[in-house]
């Protein structure tokens, strides 16, 4: 079984997500992977390589995708979750994190520890967030910052308790 990287590109992401899955899976466990990530349902996606749809009762291997195979999502997004974060690490990468307002920055660590290129520990004591030059409470929400759609929040991880100092 080879896990394979796919580039995702989908309207709703500043450019390319990569997402690592299994060659030889059906589309449609692919679509439930990208469903658990994107937030938008399985009915509502379609996912083309090149201008060929993909159909959910094949297997991926059957379309002879090779490792970085570029793959365009389409689909919508559920009005609830029509709210996007964005979320820069210390080393520059940028996360788009689909929530909604009543969300705590709790809950934005955890979306960002589902996706799977994020190396992002749940220990909350190792993680900061900070917005408009304030350090988020991670019980606080993305309204009570006032945080907007598709605002940047900053992510640090503390390194001292990394290295247990």
């Given amino acids: 079984m080879a896990e394979l990287e796919f580039i995702i590109s989908c309207d709703y992401w500043l450019g390319k997500n990569i997402v690592k899955h299994n060659s030889t899976s059906s589309v449609l ?3 439930k992977r990208l ?15 090149d201008e060929q749809e993909l159909e959910n009762t094949k297997n991926l291997n059957d379309y002879n995708i090779k490792n970085k195979t570029n793959i365009r999502l389409i689909g919508k997004i559920p ?64 309204e009570y910052y006032k945080i907007g759609n598709n ?15």
Avoid: M, W
């Avoid at 809950?107 to 994020?118: F, G, M, R, V």
């Fill in 79 to 142: 009005q609830y979750k029509k709210y996007n974060v964005l979320v820069k690490t210390n080393c520059g990468t940028i996360f788009a994190v689909y929530s909604n307002t009543s969300d705590t920055i709790s809950d934005i660590l955890h979306h960002l520890q589902d996706n799977e290129n994020s190396s992002v520990s749940l220990v909350d004591d190792y993680n900061t967030f900070n917005y408009g030059g304030q350090t988020l409470d991670h019980n606080k929400s993305l």
């Fill in 29 to 31: 466990a692919f679509k």
């Fill in 151 to 165: 605002a940047t929040i900053y992510h640090y991880i503390n390194a001292r308790c990394l290295n247990g100092v």
């Fill in 35 to 49: 469903e658990y990530a994107t937030c938008i349902p399985i009915d509502e996606q379609k996912l083309y390589i």
